[in-house]
């Protein structure tokens, strides 16, 4: 019976550890692989989708090569600044 309470509890501290009700105050999370990666992928994500964008507004307004490389910046600098924001939890 009290073996059975015991597992009970440590289950239930445990599904609580991710959770935000059961995190301790002062307490970092740790570093999930699959998190970082996905910021990684939204970063290429960012800078493909506004460099297709430019090229795109480039090819229709005849202002070849300066709306893509304005997109890959503002990719860059948006996909930067989401990955900035899912690591700086973990600092």
Same mark, same amino acid.
């Given at each position: !019976?009290?073996?059975?309470? $015991?597992?009970?509890? &440590?289950?239930? $501290? +445990?599904? !609580?550890?991710?959770?935000?009700?059961?995190? =301790? &105050?002062?307490? +970092?999370? $740790?570093?999930?692989?699959?998190?970082?990666?996905?910021?990684? #992928? $939204?970063?290429?994500?960012?800078?493909?989708? !506004?460099?297709?964008?430019?090229?795109?507004?480039?090819?229709? #307004?005849?202002?070849?090569?300066?709306?893509? @490389?304005?997109?890959?910046?503002?990719?860059?600098?948006?996909? #930067?600044?989401?990955?900035? =924001? +899912? @690591?700086?939890?973990?600092?």
């Amino acid at each position: !019976m009290a073996g059975e309470d $015991e597992d009970r509890d &440590r289950r239930t $501290e +445990q599904s !609580m550890r991710g959770s935000r009700l059961g995190r =301790k &105050r002062g307490v +970092q999370p $740790e570093p999930n692989l699959w998190v970082l990666s996905g910021g990684g #992928l $939204e970063l290429a994500a960012g800078v493909g989708a !506004m460099c297709l964008l430019g090229w795109w507004l480039d090819d229709w #307004l005849g202002t070849r090569p300066w709306l893509l @490389v304005t997109g890959a910046c503002l990719g860059f600098i948006g996909g #930067l600044y989401n990955l900035w =924001k +899912q @690591v700086r939890r973990y600092l």
